[in-house]
């Protein structure tokens, strides 16, 4: 099989061919060990062996991830590549060690989302026929692209005079804010000096590059469930108590929570179900929510804030509540140090025809949770943008990305990470 | 001075002329006591002998009593009366000791309502010249007609063949659910056999006579503060414990506590009053409110019930809330046996075209501790209606009473008591 | 076959083993039409010729029927009786006529519902092998017994000698409210002199019957969609339309509808489900609900203030709202004479030991469509209770009922519709 | 009399003695205009006749505006002061020509607050006997001490060698954003080519300043009142239409406006009122409100939506509302350009110890409206803080100011003009 670099944008089709959710991705962990064989690593951990595995968030029950285990088992993906990565263990790190020199590290996303794919001609996957085989899924936020470009950085700096130490963590469970932390604590991040890591598009175009985004929302998931006590609503109303009004009551005042003086705040309760017939008192009620600051003590703020409103609501309907936390990530900024490496690099690169500084990034990204880590350990770490032309936004049935896009994706980070050896720490 | 059953319509416009609101009834107390002395009768209880002082409820503080009290010295009222109503103690009881018999009981209400009586010269009052002469206060429910027949019932029977005793009591603060229980346990009620008490108008004419209500209203005021913690609505709104949205939780669900299985329930948030600026978080909100039920025990769940969710809202906004009940009334209902003595005797009588055997009350009366007082010791009880026509609502500008109706309520509260007599206990 | 009175138990515990829900009863259908033919009776409706079609309420959508009418074919019920209750159309009209004399009807309830029926060995249809075997649905309400007394009355009544017209109604979706209205006005009850219908149990012991009740509410069942325009909930929350938080104000203040001075109501939000994630705006939410009142007036007074709050609400979050009335019933209780004329044959009757007057329903039953119609046109109709020994409560897993309960109602009902075409109307 | 900056502390000190409240500041403006008349200038215009009567806002009614003008009147105020400023038309507008060259604006607010001045020995103002002699009011912000630099400022310019126009804007109430419109469309405003204005303190300390300040808040003061319909709350609460409960249900989701991604918002009901007793449904209730938003955009789509709130909250309750709009500002920032002339000028300053380019305001003032005017004529505008050494916050009983600041303001303020009248427009 021919270098990734002449197959960045085979690749990535295949990968949008097969997109899995959080905690789901078997069969992309499968194709990406394989290719990570034929590059030729010093070291590849699989599944359990790359992560901690108490530090998962949002890992799903076991029968919503066996389907895709035994799917993965039906195409083929070898059982040693399973039994690592069952139960809720996906993902692998790959290490290049090449002498004396930096630990760079860089961080690649690799799930998609439950979402249909359109099936519209004008839509380019369809057209070409690489739309979703997985019904209800789709990789509509361009972390195929994400895993072309992290396989064909790696070729890159192995043919490189690249020295040091190279590790690339294909990192699960992004969109749900599952698996950063225990990536982030799972060994391999241990004395990297360098981290990056890069997203698609983003509303920016083929030929920009950001060279680090700052103000990522620190956020944390929760579920909440309300317990009350059943009671037939026409006979004896009294005799419930009623986990709906309790809901009502936590839901009205939790967007009500006061803005705070240090900036941005948000909340949100997203889904609701509940009770089971229209005559009897609801006995109980589950919520799904989030919390999201400016700053990660701000989120804690808002949180704190509905967790108290949730406890109120609860005792004011004689309801008990369990609000469990999710998953989470902090507010980390990019090093402006690094961005700067990045901007010199990208500025000089064939394609690139427009450099930012930094934006605002204004959502959340679990790999907040490595920078953070590389950030107390005195490393460094920025988070950049490769731009690519979308027709439509992200987490939209018609996302697509701009295959060309791919090549630079490559390019800024093969000379960014060669950069920081040539830097040395 | 003429007998009071030829000035029974004279004594009605005075006590009009001079309404005195609940504790404040120092004038009245006074002419009450001048009445009593002229007809003679072997004991008058003033104020604070008449009442157990810690059973009051709703008593104003003392800037509130002492205009009315500087009011009444100024009108001309005797200096021992005012030091026995001072301080929130007005009323009075006369007892008539007749030799052996039944101890027979009259209550009396008293007070007037703060409203501002109509100056429409079509309002008879005004017309002839009785109309209220302290503004903002006014007769509209008409106690001062119920004060004449009192009055006029004393007289006639102590001019009857009545053997036994009949104590006559003046109760204060009906309006606001304070005097009732205080004069229950004044200690003049104690071995009462026959308690009555009536009510004019009630939207029953001149003419009809209801022999006992039941169903009255258990209830209980409250006035409830929540106390939070001021900020700047602009720069800090975070540092505030807004009592406005714990006081707007409260409200919305106390509207909402669950209808019971057993009956009838109320629950109302008549007025609130807090916040200093549209630009400060407010620190302190005050409500008053009430519940009620057709039992006494529905009126309890729902201040329990109450009690719970301001709990509740005000911890759900870091705030401090003390609710207070200012008064309270049980639910008791007119005992069968009594009201088949008053239809009796109402139905022989001049004047009186309709007899109804009883009606549901549907409102609250503080004379409900008094009847359940004389119950549980054996005794027998009846709150009666006696019809008047009047032109508006009780409660409002115009609000006016029949004085025809007056002679037909001496007769039948007197024939009552004396057929008690007559039956013995 | 034997007669139908030597099989009440076995009929009786046939029919629970085969419960089947409001407008899927057709199995239900097919044996009760096989029974009528082995009576033998003048006239038998099946499904759509015994009901008004547009009159049905509550019918579920076709994914949910069919599977039903599938398993009631391989069951063996009778292409022609599928046929014409296909789509949503069960329930059987029998019509025996028995020359000059009153029309009288009687209708009997024959749906289950959907509850999962106890295991427990100690549960007697468990030990003794007639449970449930529609998994998840059971017969806790005793409308099994109620088919087996239904058909055991029509026998009765062929061998008795009863002149006039006896129509006896199987009518489908009692306990969704939704086949009253239809057989009402399917055109049998016309000209109806007298209808009775009957309930088991209701906390009444075998050898207790009640002749007549009273005071069922009224009753409407709702379901409300709330629409507004989901948005990304970090990243712009106020581009959204928040249908959550219009859910959560409308049941706040649905709760909060005030109590009306009429007489008792009720409003519940008894399901709600909704929304996508929680970092997404909620775009839609589905509410079930229903209201009641103690008079059909006081359920429509609660339904129009329902829909007030509903519509506000919506305004308020910017989102649409489309509140559909799923079904409902008024509130119609039993003639005193025709108490009487059951109070009279009752007290007759071997094994009752004690004959009620009346009770207060205090639920909600769609046979008052049936009974509303009869008394319009200058019929009289009667809901009498037949007592019978059930060790829980109806709607629980573990309920059953007295089979020796069975020939009581027969027996009530019989005398009783005999009487009737004594006194001729 | 000597000249002013001699007598900066001492004139400070007499207007902190006699604090005026918003449109109320008849003495205020009386004294103002004998120091004008002392120093000598080209043009006074007096009240009405400095401001657009029909852009003032958040006028008081006549019968709070009377007690002041009958207190300067008796304080001497001239008649013709006073007939100038009736009716809430205080404020004056000095005009100084010197020939060709720039029209330079210098905006100056002059009313106090109304809070109680602390009465602690250790309180400056009460050990050195210039506290407030009018009870309940305060210069609790140094208005007072804007006064006099106002007036020092105008006595320097004077004295200088500055060419061109220089206007000095005594605005009226500034702390109910009540004057800033009706100056800004007065007419003197038209023209200017340089706006300064100044604050003292805001937590900066003596001996620094800050060249500009940019985001302060848009801002919209509100009040509303809902009207429903009154009822006996007992009897027939459904027969009210309760204004407790759409104010309540407002309250909740006026909080509850969801954050924008556009930047800061702010909203806040910091006063309620209304209802008039415990059992009776609540007729009528008033909020007092605000909104803010960082830029007037912003504040515009929260006032937007916090009315669709409240019209919602009433019509769920069967009410009228009507919210009124009593003041507002828009948000304006200081120009860059003006600021940096701000700053060189105070680097060379005696007694100026650090100059602060600019900080964030967060907070309104309404000078924004005179800002925003020159800046859309083509001028430039910046608003300056001149640091003070005040013991408590702005708006405590206990705030002071450090009369040395004084002298710096003027200092700042006028050399600033000068350099303006150099630099030519």
Chains 1, 2, 3, 4 share one sequence.
Not at 186 to 191: Q, V
Not at 192 to 198: E, S
Not at 364 to 374: H, I, P, W
């Amino acid at each position: 099989m021919s270098d990734v670099r002449h197959r960045l944008s085979e690749l990535r089709r295949e990968f949008h061919r097969h997109p899995e959710p959080g905690w789901r991705e078997f069969r992309t962990t499968g194709r990406i060990v394989s290719e990570l064989e034929r590059i030729g690593v010093d070291e590849i951990a699989i599944g359990r062996d790359a992560l901690e595995t108490d530090a998962r968030m949002a890992v799903p029950d076991p029968e919503e991830l066996d389907p895709w285990l035994n799917r993965a088992r039906e195409a083929g993906v070898r059982p040693d590549v399973l039994e690592k990565t069952a139960d809720g263990h996906t993902g692998v790190v790959a290490v290049l060690e090449r002498g004396e020199g930096p630990r760079v590290g860089l961080r690649v996303d690799m799930d998609g989302i439950s979402m249909r794919e359109s099936a519209d001609p004008d839509h380019r996957p369809t057209a070409e026929g690489f739309r979703s085989e997985h019904d209800g899924y789709m990789h509509a936020c361009g972390h195929d692209g994400h895993i072309a470009i992290g396989l064909g950085t790696l070729e890159a700096i192995k043919n490189s005079e690249f020295t040091g130490t190279f590790v690339v963590f294909f990192q699960p469970a992004e969109e749900i804010s599952g698996g950063g932390k225990a990536m982030a604590e799972g060994g391999y991040l241990d004395g990297v000096d360098y981290l990056f890591a890069a997203h698609l598009g983003l509303d920016n175009p083929t030929g920009t590059v950001v060279a680090g985004i700052e103000k990522p929302l620190a956020m944390a998931h929760l579920t909440v469930t309300f317990e009350g006590a059943s009671a037939h609503a026409g006979k004896a109303p009294n005799e419930g108590a009623n986990a709906m009004q309790a809901a009502a009551t936590a839901i009205q005042n939790a967007y009500a929570i006061p803005r705070h003086s240090d900036g941005m705040t948000r909340v949100n309760v997203g889904r609701i179900e509940g009770g089971t017939a229209s005559n009897v008192i609801a006995e109980e009620i589950t919520l799904e929510g989030e919390v999201r600051g400016e700053t990660t003590a701000l989120m804690e703020y808002t949180r704190t804030e509905l967790e108290r409103v949730l406890y109120a609501a609860a005792e004011m309907h004689d309801c008990d509540v369990t609000p469990r936390v999710i998953s989470e990530s902090p507010r980390v900024d990019s090093d402006p140090a690094l961005r700067d490496l990045v901007g010199a690099v990208a500025r000089g690169l064939n394609g690139v025809d427009s450099v930012v500084e930094s934006v605002e990034f204004g959502v959340s990204e679990d790999v907040t949770y490595l920078m953070e880590r590389v950030q107390e350990d005195g490393g460094l770490a920025s988070y950049l943008l490769v731009g690519t032309d979308h027709p439509t936004n992200h987490h939209t049935p018609t996302f697509d990305i701009d295959d060309e896009s791919l090549e630079i994706g490559v390019s800024v980070l093969s000379d960014a990470v060669l950069e920081c050896s040539r830097r040395r720490p």
